[in-house]
């Protein structure tokens, strides 16, 4: 596939990029020649940017509403509260058969251009998966809720893996100490990535190899967010959603809300999303380069916008073409035409967003209707029309 004239989000100029084998084989600013094989598409004033690497959420856990009715001093207090006040509505939600609940999740990310989510909790099992679910990690859930973590934390058999852990979320003392209890702790200097980091100094932060910085999750449970023009200075920041417990399941509010913080430059927000996540999970895609994994976006651009600002004033249902590893996996339908022969044999589903018509690989609507059946009173962003073998 080659793609033709589009811009760069993050940049002034226009490239051609050229897939093969699900990487990315070529990038110009002239157009490239293809032999008569290749499927060509051409744009008028679209984006390219890489497949967005959304590095914190539970796929699992996208089918709750936001829980919690005020502002909480920690995790464990709105952990305990939630328990105690909506113990009816989770257990409903987890009646959802789990990987009716993982597939969601996977949904949900790819609807807004998300092609790797890095997944915290147990490890997954999922077939034909439609974007990358990131598992080489070793996952604590933090140091309130995982049972003996300093002895999981030093397990000899996962040294080669970075630990990510919900660490800081909190606005009182007891999420600083565990901050210095985790790094105390880490006696075989394990590489840590740290989720919220609400509470975290600078100083802490060097600990970490990475934090992610979730601040749409911790505006609505803490009405604080963490510090992260500090943090900078001494650890890489990523960017994640959490799950819909605690945010929007639409990761473009979220960036639109980071946004407004000012904490990072628009240049480093754009890299939390892709290159530096990827620099830190050691991942091969985030950025547009020969030899990376073709995961990439192309999105209408929007009032001729300047800068990032068109990159930032996108939503859903701006993507014209979202491509996991070389495969499409979501594309508008004033596509349909150019894309179809290429995508032959292939099941599609049609859905509306926001009034607009986008096609997405595999059978939405089946998925939403078993849901369903358990829990009928979920509200889908999205409408299905219809599953179409193309
Ligand atoms: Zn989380």
Known sequence: MILQGIRLADGEQNV????????????????IAGNTADLQLGFDDA??????INSHDHLDFNLFPQLGNRTYKNYTEWGAYIHQQYKPEIERVLQVPLPLRIRWGMYKNLLCGVTTVVNHGEQLIIDDALITVYEETHDLHSVGFEKLWKLKLNNPLKKHLPVAIHIGEGTDEAASIEIDSLIRW????????GIHAVAMTGKQASSFKGIVWCPESNYYLLNKTAPVHQLKQHTTILFGTDSTLTGNWNIWDHIGMARKTGL????ELFHSLNSNAAKVWKMNTGAINKGKDADLVIARRKDHAA???????????????????????????????????GLKGRGFSLIRIN????????NLGELMEQIHTYLPE?????????????
């Not at 984006?47 to 967005?52: E, T, V, Y």
């Not at 979920?378 to 193309?390: A, M």
């Open 16 to 31: 051609n990029v050229r897939i093969n084998n699900g990487k990315i084989d070529a990038l110009t600013s002239v157009p």
């Open 307 to 341: 800068g990032f600002d068109s990159f930032y004033d996108l939503s859903p249902a701006d993507l014209l073409l979202v491509i996991h590893q070389g495969n499409t996996r979501l594309f508008d339908q004033e596509l349909l035409s150019q894309l179809a022969s």
């Open 378 to 390: 979920f509200s889908f962003p999205i409408e299905f029309i219809d599953h179409q073998i193309l």
């Open 47 to 52: 984006l390219i940017f890489p497949g967005l």
């Open 355 to 362: 009034k607009v018509h986008k096609y997405v690989e595999g």
């Open 186 to 193: 880490n006696k075989w200097r394990r590489v840590l990535i």
């Open 264 to 267: 990072l430059t628009d240049d």
